[in-house]
C-alpha cells in the first residue's frame, strides 16, 4: 500500500506481527522503516507571505537613520495572514 502511515502500518500488521510470534512496536517499527529507506517524506508546509518582486508600489524605509533612544519611539505594523478555507 503505497503512502500508508507507520501508524496505520503496524495496527493493520499487529495480528500477523502476534501469529509469527514478532515482539516490535511502534519506535522499533519506524526505526526499521527508516533503516531500509521506507519512510515517507514530510512535506515542507509553509506559507509564502512576502512577495518582493511583486509589480505593486513599494514605499520606502523611513526609519533608516533613525537612532532609537525611548520605549514607543517608533511603531511599526505588519499585515497578519490568515489562513481560510479559499486559500
Given at each position: 500500500m503505497p503512502m500508508?502511515?507507520?501508524?496505520?502500518l503496524i495496527h493493520i500488521l499487529n495480528n500477523q506481527i502476534k501469529e509469527?510470534?514478532?515482539?516490535i512496536g511502534r519506535d522499533q517499527l519506524f526505526d526499521?522503516?527508516?533503516?531500509?529507506?521506507?519512510?515517507?517524506r514530510r512535506r515542507k508546509r509553509s506559507v509564502k507571505t512576502?512577495?518582493?518582486y511583486h509589480w505593486?508600489?513599494?514605499h520606502p524605509d523611513?526609519?533608516?537613520g533613525l537612532e532609537i533612544l525611548?520605549?514607543?519611539q517608533?511603531?511599526?505594523a505588519d499585515i497578519t495572514y490568515i489562513r481560510t478555507l479559499d486559500g
Open positions: 500508508i502511515g507507520t501508524r496505520k509469527h510470534g514478532i515482539k526499521l522503516l527508516r533503516f531500509h529507506g521506507l519512510l515517507i512576502t512577495d518582493y505593486l508600489k513599494k523611513l526609519t533608516g525611548n520605549p514607543e517608533l511603531w511599526v
